[in-house]
């Protein structure tokens, strides 16, 4: 059975084209991700990746003005047997997509047929920067295919579907509940599913793992709290807009101050919309910047904007992960992921160097040589483990749809 899994981010769009045999792990046949030429062009240009075996990844020429295009170009790419000696499109049983809201409708893994398509688009206004481009890509898709082709798609809010009743509503009236579905839904889901999983796996029998907070930290960032295999409390809330700062998003903000924006400057509401997804977070702070390596090297340079933009994305993620040590009793996994997660030591010891009064430390030398990669970075003597952990969504992904189609 092969799946062509498809991740669809704001700005990216990965895929993997893997295959299962019974009895055997997954095993990755192709795959590659589609980025922001970072230049100013719109364009997204193809790094492919690189089966087991096969010569290291590398970028080709391919490019494309949308992630829509971007998938009609990987299809193109994998169907080319130039490339890689036949066609891999001709195996595959079913496509499987990443979804970030599924709203109250989508609480697990479903087969998409047109009516849930035409069901998910009018989720767009609340994950504007996720929901609206995967289903440009399932269109493609689709359409490069043949509806056929079985289309699956994984919730990241399916994690949080069973959040405790006091973690997912907010104090608003009964009918606003009712009536317009306001709750926290949670994002992220797949991200932290994986990290919890994948850094308990890494950890001695005897070690206890049940109370684990996950910082998930990219171009949008949240942290959850997770106690026996169950996400307790998340930072993200009705769209993914709520939490932490991140790259252009603004993360917490009282809503009274949105309120007496709109009321003095007549913004419509989806301009403000527009602005807090994406004129916010590092981006509105710095003035420069949305990326965190261009940031820590400002800073260092003495911008003042840049080290403010710093102290705030880290104090907002200190709060967070006192407070899920708090409701959680204790810790005994902190888990980085993302790509500031993964691959900015310096971020990891200013979250985390407040809690060295519970007895949770980093060990420089480790941490300060974790860089992509994967690996423990806490003291022996810390009443935490602390692993920075790379994402794999694809395999979760591809995971949750296997049992369905057998």
Not at 12 to 36: H, I, M, N
Not at 230 to 238: E, H, L, V
């Amino acid at each position: 059975m092969q799946l062509l899994v498809f991740n669809a981010g704001s700005s990216s769009l990965k895929f993997d084209l893997l295959e299962s045999v019974s009895g055997a792990p997954l095993q990755r046949l192709a795959g590659g991700a589609f980025v922001d030429a970072a230049d100013g062009s719109g364009r997204f240009l193809l790094r492919a990746g690189a089966a087991a075996g096969a010569p290291e990844p590398g970028t080709s020429p391919l490019a494309a003005s949308s992630l829509a295009e971007a998938a009609e170009c990987a299809l193109a790419w994998l169907a080319d047997a130039s490339i890689h000696g036949r066609d891999l499109i001709a195996g595959v049983t079913a496509t499987v997509h990443r979804i970030v809201h599924g709203g109250e409708r989508f609480r697990a893994t479903a087969r998409l047929e047109a009516r849930d398509l035409d069901a998910l688009a009018e989720l767009g206004a609340l994950a504007p920067l996720h929901n609206p481009p995967a289903l440009a890509v399932i269109a493609a898709v689709r359409r490069g295919l043949g509806a056929e082709v079985p289309t699956l798609a994984v919730f990241d809010t399916a994690y949080y579907t069973d959040l405790p009743p006091a973690a997912i509503h907010y104090a608003v009236p009964q009918h606003w509940r009712d009536e317009f579905g306001i709750r926290r839904y949670g994002f992220h889901g797949m991200a932290h599913r994986y990290l919890c999983q994948s850094a308990r796996a890494r950890m001695p029998t005897s070690r206890a793992t049940a109370r684990i907070v996950s910082l998930q930290l990219g171009r949008g960032c949240s942290v959850t709290a997770t106690r026996d295999g169950r996400a307790i409390a998340t930072s993200m809330g009705f769209t993914p807009l709520e939490g932490l700062v991140m790259g252009t998003r603004s993360g917490d903000l009282d809503p009274g101050a949105l309120l007496y924006v709109l009321e003095r400057s007549g913004l419509a509401p989806a301009e403000a919309r527009r602005v807090l997804n994406e004129e916010s977070g590092l981006l509105g702070l710095s003035g420069k910047t949305a990326d965190m390596r261009e940031l820590l090297a400002l800073e260092r340079s003495g911008d003042p904007g840049a080290a403010l933009a710093i102290e705030i994305f880290c104090r907002r993620a200190r709060h967070f992960l006192a407070a899920y040590i708090a409701e959680l009793g204790g810790v005994d996994l902190i888990v980085f992921g993302g790509g500031i997660g993964e691959n900015c030591p310096s971020i990891r010891q200013r979250i985390i160097g407040c809690l060295q009064w519970a007895g949770i430390a980093l060990e420089p030398r480790l941490n300060a040589e974790c860089v992509g990669v994967e690996s423990s970075i806490a003291t022996a003597a810390s009443s935490a483990a602390i692993w920075v952990v790379a994402v794999d969504e694809a395999s979760i992904m591809a995971s949750e749809v296997l049992g369905m189609l057998r």
